[in-house]
C-alpha cells in the first residue's frame, strides 16, 4: 500500500473522529449508488474534508469486492485472455516482493513506490498493458498511453502469450526500477 495512503488511513481516527473499519460501515447501511453521494454525505453530514471523505468511500467501496470478485469480472466473457494476465504477473513477481497488485474494477495497478503498471482486458481479444516510461520514445509495439492518458506514458497491446518477449519484458521491468 502506498506509504501516503497508510499514513491516512492510520491518521484517520485523530482526524475525522473515526476508524476506517467505523466509516465503512456508516456507508454500507446508507449504500449509496454512486461515489459522489457517499463524498457529500460524509462532508455534509459529519464535516470530514473532502480528501479523506474522497479517500473513505474509495476504500469501503474496494473492502466490499476481495481482489479475487474483482478479477473474475473482468474477465467475464474475456476469458481467453486470463492467461495473458497470468503470464504478465508470474513474470513481474520476479522482479522483486515489494510489487503491490491493485485489483480495480476494470483494470489492475502494479506499484513498488509508485504505480508502474496497468494491465487492463480491453476488449475481449486484447489487453492493454500500461507503463510509466517518463522520456522514452514510442517504438514499435511500445505505442503511446492512448485511452491511459496520464496514468501510464506507454501501451503495449497484447493478444496472445507468445507476445509476453523479452522485449516486453524489458520495458515492463525499466518501468518498475524507475517506480522508486
Known amino acids: 500500500m502506498d506509504q501516503a495512503l497508510q499514513t491516512m488511513i492510520n491518521n484517520m481516527p485523530e482526524k475525522t473522529g473515526k476508524s476506517l473499519e467505523e466509516w465503512t460501515t456508516i456507508l454500507k447501511a446508507k ?10 454525505f460524509l462532508k455534509t453530514e459529519h464535516g470530514v474534508t473532502h480528501g479523506f471523505a474522497n479517500t473513505i468511500v474509495t476504500l469501503s467501496k474496494n473492502k466490499e469486492s476481495s481482489s479475487d470478485d474483482l478479477l473474475v469480472n473482468q474477465y467475464k466473457g474475456k476469458e481467453s485472455l486470463k ?3 497470468d503470464k504478465l504477473i508470474k513474470e513481474i513477481s520476479k522482479f ?8 480495480k474494477k476494470g483494470s489492475v495497478s502494479l506499484i513498488r513506490k509508485n504505480q508502474f503498471a496497468l494491465i487492463k482486458p480491453a476488449t475481449k481479444t486484447r489487453i492493454d498493458l500500461g507503463l510509466k516510461l517518463k522520456d522514452k520514445p514510442t517504438q514499435g ?3 503511446d498511453s492512448g485511452p491511459f492518458g496520464t496514468m501510464c506514458t506507454h501501451r503495449v ?6 507476445e509476453i518477449d523479452n522485449e516486453v519484458i524489458s520495458w515492463i521491468k525499466e518501468a518498475y526500477e524507475k517506480s522508486v
Open 31 to 40: 449504500n449509496f449508488a454512486k461515489h459522489g453521494e457517499g463524498v457529500k
Open 83 to 85: 492467461p495473458i494476465y
Open 96 to 103: 522483486g516482493g515489494d510489487i503491490v497488485n491493485t485489483p
Open 141 to 143: 509495439r511500445l505505442g
Open 157 to 162: 497491446q497484447l493478444t496472445s502469450t507468445n
